[in-house]
């Protein structure tokens, strides 16, 4: 019976202090750090913060899309020219101020349908999204991004997003909607 209140003893005083210091008082509000940027440890979270890090007013805090894309990274949509159509090659900077020209006007992308192939520490996505005026609002735009990106044993992180909205290649075919 000793050594059972010896062990009993020894857990409540140290496990107590613990617990008490771990817990808030009910009144206090948790919440995540301002900074703290969405996982990329799977596609699936990487898709997911991509949205995240795209979405919103064009002069929000893009810190979350540089920890996503490689400092090298390249965003090239699909535009329509004189000619025909080309790329518009962008760097990370580049795009986040073409969107910050926007101001407080939003938009929101959302993945709607994704397939990826990978191969030893690289993937490639393809996804049709979907762009919003407000989270919830009706789409209005549909396109196809094809991504490339590298894992570097903890996380992905884009190398190359390539995309195309329907109003240059017009419908999106039935096979890459949900």
Request: hydrophobic fraction near 40%; glycine fraction near 6%.
């Amino acid at each position: 019976m000793p050594r059972l209140a010896a062990a009993v003893v020894f857990t409540v005083c140290t496990l107590t202090p613990f617990a008490f210091a771990q817990s808030k008082p009910a009144d206090t509000p948790t919440q995540p750090a301002a900074s703290a940027c969405a996982s990329s440890a799977t596609l699936d979270e990487l898709t997911k913060a991509l949205d995240e890090a795209i979405s919103g007013p064009g002069n929000k805090d893009r810190t979350c899309l540089r920890e996503l894309l490689l400092p090298e990274a390249r965003l090239t949509p699909v535009r329509k020219t004189d000619d025909g159509f080309a790329p518009r090659l962008l760097t990370v900077d580049d795009w986040i101020n073409a969107v910050a020209k926007r101001g407080s006007a939003a938009f929101y992308e959302r993945q709607i349908k994704v397939q990826s192939d990978t191969y030893g520490h690289f993937a490639h996505l393809w996804s049709t999204y979907e762009i919003r005026e407000t989270p919830d609002g009706k789409a209005t735009v549909v396109g196809i991004n094809s991504v490339q990106a590298v894992n570097d044993g903890k996380r992905w992180r884009v190398v190359n997003i390539l995309w195309e909205p329907d109003t240059t290649a017009g419908p999106v075919p039935q096979k890459y909607l949900p």
